[in-house]
């Protein structure tokens, strides 16, 4: 592709207009949100009925003992906008904006249906296929906003009706609310809190991808959310993410080709979440609309754009943006020299993740710098006896030699005959550096450190004022 950045930015920009434009950013949301409060709300409240509402005890009973009971019918259901009443007069009253909600328990859950195949079945219980992950993100189903509306409605409503008489629950002041359908058990809504006893606690709890949580949490309560939801769904929680990237829900479900199995994969289920990508081959087919008029329709027919499910995205080389599809995308190096301290890794993913699989997070900046690219030099000093300046001769078994005699100890393979290691030898773990021995039998030997392996650059013979010689490898 001969296409500048310049220009791949101006073309991928008005590709993302039209896709606006058609489907709007979250358009079916909103319109299934409307949808429900014009008809869907008013059908849940009718489909209750009459309500038969009885008392505990009556003073007013009648003659014959029995009690004064009623019923409740809900009608017309009438929307308005919402307020509160807060500040200094309690007479004051506020719109509710955005600003003032506080979100507590906000939970997407799916119906998944499950396709039993012996065939299948048996090769993943004899280890030939790998068996599905029903958190990861490829397997969760969305739901449109008026299914979702009308079942929570509905959930609420319903317990709302059942505890009409009792007292009111205290559900925002401890953190804790009923259950939805176990009404004798609470869920909690907290999976672990965020450390501020200084700024370094906090930006360390909010690097963390996982955290060390019991997953024996009952149904209902605050999930922990899965490694390959970050960055796709925003998840009511308190790490810092946010939602990043724009896709559409198919109502259709879609189909992804196994290579390995040579098997078609078509799932018809509802609620799949598809996202628009650009196929690189293909987009110099846009030089074909003449004035650069086009929609969104005819650049998907073209081929320039195409649907990806999550499967499929499974088994793509998707770029991360125009920048990653230059040849050169490293750009300026400005320090070339490694400072000591970088925080090099950003990030440790030890489990399942979308793509990202025992996946180590790197920071970019060292890595353009160099990083784990560099040398790192340890040398090795030893004493060696200056005969002219021994007054006193000593022992025959005191006496140290160097030269290359074997060990027990390690290898002498990179060892001259004067027991030092030769320029350039390649030294790996358990090798012999100096071979330095008595002649009476004990081993002085340096010996190269386990996990440590590396090349002789030189070796130097010198000496100091005091007419001290030494042996320095490194």
Known sequence: MNWGEKLCKVSVRRQRLCLFDEYGLISHQINSCNAFINSGLQRVFDSFGEVAVEPGYDTFKQKDGECRRASVRLGKVALNRPSFWGGTSSDAKHNMFFRHARLQNMTYTTRIKIHVNVQCLLEAYTGHRKC?????????????????????????????????????????????????????????????????????????????????????????????????????????????????????????GGNQKGMNNRETHIFSDAGRILRPLIVIENLDKIKAFKGGNYIFASLRDKGIIEFIGTEEEEDCCTAWGIRFLLEDITGNVTKARVVNGQNAIVAVNVHLGYNQEDALVMKRASIGRSIFRSEHIRSYKVEVDNKELIDKRQKSKDSITFRKIQSKIGRVDSLDDDGFSFIGANMQSGDIVIGKCAESGTDHRVKLKHTKRGMVQKVVLSSNDEGKNFTVVS
């Open 132 to 252: 599905d992950n029903r958190d990861s993100f490829r397997n969760k189903r969305f739901k449109l906003a008026n299914e979702l509306l009308e079942r929570e409605l509905k959930m609420h409503v319903s317990h709302a009706l059942r505890f009409f008489n009792s007292e009111q629950w205290f559900d925002e002041s401890t953190g804790a609310w009923c259950h939805p359908f176990k009404w004798m058990e609470r869920v909690y809504g907290v999976v672990g809190n965020l450390g501020r006893a200084n700024p370094l606690q906090t930006m360390i709890d909010l690097r963390k991808t996982r955290q060390r949580v019991l997953y024996t949490r009952k149904v209902g309560h605050a999930r922990y959310p899965h490694p390959s939801h970050w960055g796709r769904i925003l998840v009511c929680c308190w790490r810092a993410k946010k939602l990043t990237t724009h896709e559409k829900i198919a109502l259709s």
